[in-house]
């Protein structure tokens, strides 16, 4: 029996040093897989009458088996995106015919091939995902023949076997869904020896799935393109409407910042849970002595026009105030201005668009980078506005898992301290009955948390504000009850670096 030529097709490989983009991130590593397919033989039945003719016998008919099933299993080292080593065990599976002869018998013949290779694989990526590669190599195959024959037909050998080494090549598409697991389709040919002195062609059509297992120290880092200049980019803190100031003329690229920091209604005072804010406006100007600040100050529409502009210019200058005293900014750096009413961010028909309206912005003249620009942590109000009743000060049941909300990060966080503010209503009748009910609401809080929580009393502090921060205007019940509040501002250790 001889077997000629094979014809086969191999379908997606599994395990590849593949070339595609994905693969192309790693210069080097290990990997693994596996393949299976149909492997597919060409066999040569002239060969085969040739061969029985002689012994006195004539072929009425012969029956190929010419396809099978076939696999293998791989490792390979990727040295670079192009070039890799590849080694393997591979199973082509089981090949036959049989022969009706005159007289009357039958010749029966099967081969079994199965054994390991070792290729060079070249790969060349055309896409984001997929690659094409091709491979050669050589492959060491065990062919074991058996033979039988009924009838007339008498086999003298029926079991011979070889062991041969012989070339291989093929080539393939790979596909790579992540970089540490792609999918190839191949075709090989493997050029075998049967156990009768006969050569041929095996082709082998398979599918398989890779597995990297590591990448080399020198990955490709993928390629971004360059951003487009621009004339300025946002400093790294929230801000809801950009602000553009003119940079020097020397200057070719701006960087500017704006804070945001509202004001409770009427009032031009800065509250304590804004001071960290303000730190990130020291930190920058420290870092960059030659960079201006405009404070702009703005109000919502209720009031007059010419109060709002007044009540927005001190709103700015208690900012700029702030900033000289606690951050050491030098005053000519700084520049206070009032818009009143006139510019605002959201619809002061709402009470919420009313308070985003009552607002401080700092802009900060531009700079070029921002290189080692760091912010402490940022002072949290935990603002759970516990309501009251009108002229009432008991905490009630519906506050308690808030509260100890609040313990539980206190206790988590052994070196913040906690001050807890009082607010109150219209509903009171003199500022000093407000200011007192708003001293024991607050006083209250702090009980509750000891009592019921344990928290350390030394570190919680009580502070009543009366009529004097409304935090919504007292003209509908619903801003009443906003105004009868409790906020409990949790205060960081000094960390602010400058």
Same mark, same amino acid.
């Given at each position: ?75 390979? *080292? ?158 790294? *803190? ?261």
């Amino acid at each position: 029996m001889k077997l000629s030529k094979i014809s086969g097709m191999l379908g997606l490989v599994a395990l590849a040093i593949v070339a595609s983009p994905q693969a192309m991130a790693q210069d080097s590593g290990w990997y693994a897989g596996f393949n299976v397919g149909q492997s597919k033989a060409k066999i040569d039945d002239a060969r085969i009458i040739k061969g029985i003719v002689p012994a006195g016998f004539v072929v009425t008919s012969i029956h190929d088996d010419d396809s099978s099933t076939g696999f293998k299993v791989l490792g390979g *080292y990727q040295f670079n995106r192009y070039f890799a080593f590849e080694g393997g065990y591979f199973d082509l599976g089981k090949f036959g015919y049989k022969a009706t002869t005159l007289p009357v018998g039958t010749l029966n013949g099967e081969i079994k091939l199965k054994g390991f290779n070792f290729d060079a694989v070249l790969s060349l990526p055309f896409t984001e995902k997929f690659s094409v590669f091709g491979r050669v190599g050589v492959t060491n195959a065990e062919a074991k023949d058996a033979f039988s024959g009924t009838g007339a037909v008498i086999v003298l050998k029926p079991n011979p076997s070889e062991r041969a080494t012989n070339i291989k090549f093929g080539g393939g598409l790979q596909y790579d869904f992540t970089k540490s697991f792609g999918m190839r389709a191949e075709v090989e040919r493997y050029r075998i020896n049967d156990a009768v002195g006969n050569k041929g062609d095996i082709d082998m059509a398979s599918i398989g799935f890779l597995f990297r297992f590591g990448r080399g120290s020198h990955a490709a880092a993928p390629y971004v393109p360059a951003p487009e200049p621009t004339a300025y980019a946002p400093e790294p *803190y929230l801000a809801p409407v950009p602000v553009v100031v003119p940079a020097p003329v020397a200057r070719t690229q701006q960087y500017c910042t704006i804070l945001d920091i509202q004001f409770e209604i009427n009032k031009d005072d800065i509250q304590r849970e804004e001071s960290e804010r303000f730190a990130v406006i020291g930190t920058f100007l420290a870092k960059y002595p030659d960079t201006t600040v405009v404070i702009e100050g703005h109000t919502d529409n209720i009031g007059a026009t010419d109060h709002n502009l007044a009540l927005s210019k001190r709103r700015a200058e208690n900012v700029v105030t702030y900033l000289v005293e606690q951050n050491h900014i030098d005053r000519s750096r700084l520049t206070a201005v009032g818009y009143g009413d006139t510019r605002p961010v959201a619809d002061n028909s709402t009470e919420e668009g009313k308070r985003q309206n009552r607002r401080i912005n700092a802009v900060v003249s531009c700079v070029t980078d921002i290189e080692g620009l760091k912010v402490a942590p940022a002072r949290m109000t935990m603002a759970m506005e516990i309501e009251f009743d009108p002229l009432k000060d008991e905490v009630t049941p519906q506050h308690r898992e808030d509260l100890r909300r609040a313990a539980n990060f206190l206790k988590a966080n052994p070196s913040v301290t906690a001050t807890v503010e009082g607010h109150a209503g219209k509903v009171a009748a003199t500022d000093a009955e407000a200011m007192a009910i708003s001293k024991r609401r607050a006083q209250n809080v702090v009980n509750y948390l000891v009592d019921n929580f344990g928290v350390e009393r030394s570190r919680l502090t009580a502070e009543g504000f009366g009529k004097t921060r409304r935090f919504a205007y007292s003209t509908t019940l619903e801003g009443q009850q906003e105004n009868r509040r409790v906020n409990i501002i949790i205060n960081y250790p000094n960390t602010t670096k400058r």
